[in-house]
T-cell receptor
Framework: QKEVEQDPGPLSVPEGAIVSLNCTYSNSAFQYFMWYRQYSRKGPELLMYTYSSGNKEDGRFTAQVDKSSKYISLFIRDSQPSDSATYLCAMTKMAGGGNKLTFGTGTQLKVEL | DTAVSQTPKYLVTQMGNDKSIKCEQNLGHDTMYWYKQDSKKFLKIMFSYNNKELIINETVPNRFSPKSPDKAHLNLHINSLELGDSAVYFC???????????????FGPGTRLTVL
């Protein structure tokens, strides 16, 4: 079993829909949680970054972390065709000390007109 | 442009050859990484350097050898290429250790390696 599990999709939604993307993880030592967006044939780019449990909002994007359930989510409101990409969750144990990001396998999202 | 850049973008080669991928960042970061992304999009770390010092060395065949001539450059040399090495290789960088921003990694565009 992988440390971080993510439904690969593909997930297809109409424009304007609310999208919910999720990851579960098994290692309770993870404290920093990130969402990366990767367009086809491009490198991942950081979208959201949260520390420990709670919510963080940035424009149409909201990241949620529930450490007690080992579950993180990314919500996209008013989804646009330009949101079509693969979304990768990533997490790490602590800042410093040569820590590595552990990624989920990514969820492919397609927002259709 | 401030960014992480990689060369080449595409690399097609025969089994058994030796090849190198170069990475440069002009973000002023201290830490650089190499990741491998397989055909199922799974992204896995291979190596990390902090200020030219190797700090992460995952279970990677010793045919893969990273080299950091200075903190802005991290190259990856692969000997005796095998079919299973076909993947996209990403370079990334991040702020110095000990800062919260350390975990925010900035990725290059990737090098798509195909071994025939």
């Amino acid at each position: 079993q992988k440390e971080v599990e993510q439904d690969p999709g593909p997930l297809s939604v109409p424009e304007g829909a609310i999208v919910s993307l999720n990851c579960t993880y098994s290692n309770s030592a993870f404290q920093y949680f990130m969402w990366y967006r990767q367009y086809s044939r491009k490198g991942p780019e950081l979208l959201m970054y949260t520390y420990s449990s709670g919510n963080k909002e940035d424009g149409r994007f909201t990241a949620q972390v529930d450490k007690s359930s080992k579950y993180i989510s990314l919500f996209i409101r008013d989804s646009q065709p330009s949101d079509s990409a693969t979304y990768l969750c990533a997490m790490t144990k602590m800042a410093g000390g040569g820590n590595k990001l552990t990624f989920g396998t990514g969820t492919q999202l397609k927002v259709e007109l | 442009d401030t960014a992480v850049s990689q060369t080449p973008k595409y690399l097609v080669t025969q089994m058994g050859n030796d090849k190198s991928i170069k990475c440069e960042q002009n973000l002023g970061h201290d830490t650089m990484y190499w990741y491998k992304q397989d055909s199922k999009k799974f992204l896995k770390i291979m190596f990390s350097y902090n200020n030219k010092e190797l700090i992460i060395n995952e279970t990677v065949p010793n045919r893969f050898s990273p080299k950091s001539p200075d903190k802005a450059h991290l190259n990856l040399h692969i000997n005796s290429l095998e079919l299973g090495d076909s993947a996209v290789y990403f370079c990334a960088s991040s702020q110095p250790q000990g800062t919260l921003a350390y975990n925010e990694q900035f990725f290059g565009p990737g090098t798509r390696l195909t071994v025939l």
